[in-house]
Nanobody
Framework: HVQLVESGGGSVQAGGSLRLSCAAS????????VGWFRQVPGKEREAIAA????????YYSDSSRDRFTISQADDKMTTFLQMDSLKPEDTAMYYC????????????????WGQGTQVTVS
């Protein structure tokens, strides 16, 4: 069983930056994927980025590639999402998720989810 806890959210002015953290605890597979997602009430959950922990490959949505960067700490227990040049439309609840093996193409295929951290851009 894996526990995920997001942190680093808050309020920031447009054009500013935030770094979100996803701390994992418990037992994880040897090879797994960690993804970042966001959701606004009334709208579909949106994929942002993902990282294949085993080999370090990263994946980005087209809308996030220029401003967001996903990375991991050396022990692979913490996954970061660096967000730069934030815009009001980035306001959302941000979630991290984990699943074994390859990075899924759909968020419904992730096995474990954190509780979310709110990001508000004004």
């Amino acid at each position: 069983h894996v526990q995920l806890v997001e942190s680093g959210g808050g309020s920031v002015q447009a054009g500013g930056s935030l770094r979100l953290s996803c701390a994992a605890s418990g037992s994880s597979p040897t090879a797994y994927c960690v993804g970042w997602f966001r959701q606004v009430p009334g709208k579909e959950r949106e994929a942002i980025a993902a990282i294949d922990t085993d080999v370090g490959r990263t994946y980005y949505s087209d809308s996030s590639r220029d401003r967001f960067t996903i990375s991991q700490a050396d022990d692979k227990m913490t996954t970061f999402l660096q967000m730069d040049s934030l815009k009001p439309e980035d306001t959302a609840m941000y979630y991290c998720a984990l699943t074994g093996g390859y990075c899924p193409s759909r968020w419904t295929e992730y096995s474990f989810w954190g509780q979310g951290t709110q990001v508000t851009v004004s």
